[in-house]
């Protein structure tokens, strides 16, 4: 188990994992700004021995951040300046508008990357590890995947966020949430520091479109109080309930029905939830950077603890409910891709992530697993290659240990954070290189058994190649249309996509438009595929019917140990022709919709 305080890892050999490096933030600005339900600044909450922010402050210098600039109101720095330490640059700041333009300055007088963070957040230290510990990627947010309190929702398609929302903005269609941490590189740290000075007249004197927005939020936020209260939602205030698909209150929709009378403790908790959401800077400071056409990456928290408590209350059960998780456990199954075949993730998977840990804990790096398993693969298409029933065994068995290896150097990496783009790059291309070496291998086994298949591997190395040029074609125009997808302006609530579904809405209203015909073919064919996805047997067969690299891998394996390479060819063939089909064509519908 791990400590609330501490957070060690729970293992108790874990120290071999190697150190995060340090961390290339140049400025860390905390905004100690949101107030609780006592009228002090969450951030000073107690917490253990000392309080929520000091607590924060000792993770960021665990983690290499230098000492932070906290953001507070006035009458508050000499509490705050005493629980971050003399080393923080405690500022005050007496509204929104001035933490965006003292952002804006410290940003452009800064070297490097900045951090801007709530400071009454109170998660795990690998939560902000795997945030600020890669050197490789680019502008992120720590993100959840789920709808929770105190947290404004955005969208991503394909690991880029297209929209997002603070209190004054919305968003149509979420399917994340932003959990209060973003990290800028140098290269978008000025158009961080435009869209502060954009943003701060503009939540100087709010407009009234975005006082509208921020009472629309105000009443879905009261209804999910009054839900909460009576069981009909788990997680209250401050601990996020069960996954939902979409969050209602960023989906342009009304709230309708009887009013809702809430308790005196409801009350000061929708209350107290209400005043902080526009303190939320670095909620907006995301808008601005998403609608600046700035790439952002969501760094998803996995399965780690997350919460922005508000009352001291709210904080005891924090520091209650984080004692009990077991974080190497958490970062154990986070270490294992979601989105894996079923072969991957039934017969690989289970056992291959443990193997991740032993090699974490004896240093061994992902890129030294990523070639051991490309050596696994020259010995099994070596085996294939004696055309001996002996050598097609061997050949299979060596065939499934290279690719459990090449599981475990991206379960390795994603356990320890170690990655890099030779890394991504190696994977990549020996992934290709022994797939087609066991090809040969077969044929030349094959030969050798008198059975002449290289008709058959030829045509095997054209179908895969050619389903990778498709698949990394499809992939960079895919990323090329979602780094142009219209913005609104940030004066304006709503994304693009609600903007025109308003637009929609209002023609019709008026009369100015007729109603919306029956939908498109091809967009009826894919809502009616994607609801089959609700089904979790029929999710696998979706994902088998794309003959991943895991089934591939055992096609090869199991038909060459037990029958012949011209079985093995076929089989192999039949699977990839239909494979080819399938993913052709929803890519064909995906393009006409």
Same mark, same amino acid.
């Given at each position: 188990?791990? @400590? $609330? ?44 021995? $000392?309080?929520?922010? @000091? ?45 965006? #333009? ?7 007088? +800064? ?46 398609? #394909? ?16 399917? +994340?949430?932003?959990? $209060? ?49 009576? $069981? ?240 990394? @074609? ?101 699977? +990839? ?17």
């Amino acid at each position: 188990m791990t @400590s $609330g305080l501490s957070d060690t890892r729970a293992a108790p050999d874990a120290s071999t994992i190697p150190a995060a490096r340090p961390a290339g933030v140049g400025l860390a600005s905390v905004l100690a700004t949101a107030l609780a339900s006592d009228g002090l600044p969450a951030a000073l909450l107690p917490w253990a021995d $000392g309080t929520v922010v @000091s607590r924060l402050a000792g993770q960021l210098a665990g983690l290499g951040v230098p000492a932070p600039l906290v953001v507070t109101r006035p009458g508050f720095e000499a509490a705050v300046r005493q629980a971050v330490g003399p080393a923080a640059d405690v500022r005050a700041s007496a509204s929104v508008a001035d933490d965006l #333009r003292l952002i804006a300055r410290a940003a452009r007088e +800064g070297a490097g990357e900045v951090l801007v963070m709530a400071g009454d957040i109170v998660t795990h230290t690998d939560a902000l590890e795997g945030l600020v510990a890669n050197p490789h990627a680019g502008t992120r947010i720590l993100a959840g995947g789920r709808r929770r309190p105190l947290a404004f929702r955005f969208q991503a398609r #394909r690991g880029r966020l297209v929209s997002a929302a603070s209190a004054y903005h919305a968003v149509r269609s979420p399917n +994340g949430t932003f959990l $209060g941490v973003l990290r800028t590189v140098p290269g978008d740290v000025e158009a961080l520091a435009q869209a502060a000075e954009r943003l701060a007249p503009l939540v100087a004197d709010v407009p009234d479109t975005w006082r509208d927005e921020l009472d629309r939020k105000a009443e879905r936020w009261r209804a999910a109080v009054e839900r909460a209260s009576t $069981g009909e939602e788990e997680g209250g205030d401050d601990f996020a309930g069960p996954d939902e698909p979409e969050d209602l209150e960023d989906t342009g929709d009304d709230v309708g029905g009887a009013a809702i009378t809430l308790s005196d403790a409801d009350e000061l908790q929708w209350r107290t939830r209400v005043a902080a959401a526009p303190e939320d800077a670095a909620a907006l400071l995301l808008v601005g950077l998403v609608r600046a056409h700035v790439d952002v990456t969501p760094v998803y928290l996995r399965q780690l603890f997350w919460t922005r408590p508000l009352s001291p209350a709210a904080t005891a059960a924090a520091a209650e409910r984080i004692k009990h998780y077991d974080v190497d456990r958490v970062l154990l199954e986070s270490a294992v891709k979601s989105a894996d075949g079923f072969f991957t993730t039934f017969f690989v998977s289970p056992y291959s992530k443990y193997i991740a840990r032993w090699a974490a804990r004896r240093g061994f790096t992902p890129n030294q697993v990523t070639t051991v398993s490309m050596l696994l693969g020259v010995l099994a298409a070596a085996a294939f290659a004696t055309g001996e029933r002996w050598g097609l065994v061997a050949g299979a068995v060596l065939l499934q240990i290279s690719f459990t290896t090449d599981c475990v150097d991206g379960q390795l990496a994603r356990y320890t954070r170690q990655f890099s783009k030779l890394g991504a790059w190696l994977d990549s291309v020996f992934d290709r290189t022994k797939e087609y070496l066991a090809f040969a291998g077969l044929a030349i086994g094959a030969h050798h058994m008198g059975d002449e298949v290289w008709v058959l591997a030829c045509a095997a190395i054209t179908l895969q190649t050619v389903r990778h040029s498709s698949d990394f @074609s499809y992939m960079a125009v895919a990323h090329q249309a979602i780094t142009v997808t219209p913005q609104t302006p940030i004066e304006q609530p709503l994304d693009h996509a609600g903007a025109r579904a308003e637009a929609r809405r209002a023609a019709r209203a008026g009369g100015a438009a007729p109603a919306p015909s029956k939908r498109p073919l091809a967009t009826r064919i894919l809502s009616a595929w994607h609801r089959l996805d609700r089904a979790r047997a029929l999710r696998w067969i979706k994902r088998m019917a794309a003959f991943p690299i895991g089934e591939r891998f055992a096609v090869i394996s199991i038909t060459a140990a037990f029958f012949t390479p011209r079985v093995t060819f076929i089989a192999w063939l039949t699977w +990839g022709g239909l494979a080819v089909v399938y993913t052709q064509a929803g890519r064909v519908l995906r393009s006409i919709r």
